[in-house]
């Protein structure tokens, strides 16, 4: 199983809603990644887990709260989100092993609108 | 910043190879070269990767020039199905959680 689920595949939020984005994968891979993608724009990362600890946080708003619960899952929560937050965002999981770097493979994305 | 250059698009009749380009004149020593690419509101997907050597597998070739400066994605007979944006990438050789850093991309259409 060489596969990346996001749940769900579009989501239409106003500025005051919470929610939450999911990706999971049971390759057994322990780094996970979200990226964001405006239109017409290449992905640029937004956090990195290792071993379901946050690793790296590219200085992305508090109101993009990730969450690794366990080694399969990641989520991401939503909350007070502006228009411009209207993107594709994509979760990625690669393995954490020395010999690196190793590909990275991609989930098919949630694109969110924010009304 | 990508440490990247390619060109911003390119066309490619179908059943012909395909070859696209990547500058990469500051690479390190212990830095690989990817390829990715992404078809529309599809998440990227990974092609080869290369240090030194040239590289083949089931989807494309990759060439590196000797001083490293410079690659090559061959498509060897490209279908409408390969047009996508092609990201080259250049990453360090690290344990597993080395982000990706996308540059612009080449969009590649494979005409019929």
């Known amino acids: 199983d060489t596969e990346v689920t996001q749940t769900p595949k579009h989501l239409v939020m106003g500025m005051t809603n919470k929610k939450s984005l999911k990706c999971e994968q049971h390759m057994g891979h322990r780094a996970m990644y979200w990226y964001k993608q405006k239109a017409k724009k290449p992905p640029e990362l937004m956090f990195v887990?290792?071993?379901?600890?946050?690793?790296i946080n590219e200085s992305v708003p508090s109101r993009f709260s990730p969450e690794c619960p366990n080694s399969s899952l990641l989520n991401l929560h939503l909350h007070a989100l502006q228009p411009e937050d209207s993107a594709l965002y994509l979760c990625?999981?690669?393995?954490?092993?020395?010999?690196?770097?190793?590909?990275?493979?991609f989930g098919p994305g949630t694109r969110l609108t924010v009304t | 910043d990508a440490k990247t250059t390619q060109p911003p698009s390119m066309d490619c009749a179908e059943g012909r190879a395909a070859n696209l380009p990547c500058n990469h004149s500051t690479i390190s020593g212990n830095e690989y070269v990817y390829w990715y690419r992404q078809i529309h509101s599809q998440g990227p997907q990974y092609i080869i990767h290369g240090l030194k050597n040239n590289e083949t597998n089931e989807m494309a070739s990759l060439i590196i020039t000797e001083d490293r400066k410079s690659s090559t994605l061959i498509l060897p007979h490209a279908t409408l199905r390969d047009t996508a944006v092609y990201y080259c990438?250049?990453?360090?050789?690290?344990?597993?959680?080395?982000?990706?850093?996308f540059g612009k991309g080449t969009r590649l259409s494979v005409i019929a």
């Open positions: 990625a999981s690669s393995p954490q092993l020395a010999g690196g770097p190793h590909e990275q493979y």
């Open positions: 990438i250049v990453r360090v050789a690290s344990s597993g959680n080395t982000p990706l850093v």
């Open positions: 887990y290792s071993y379901e600890k946050l690793s």
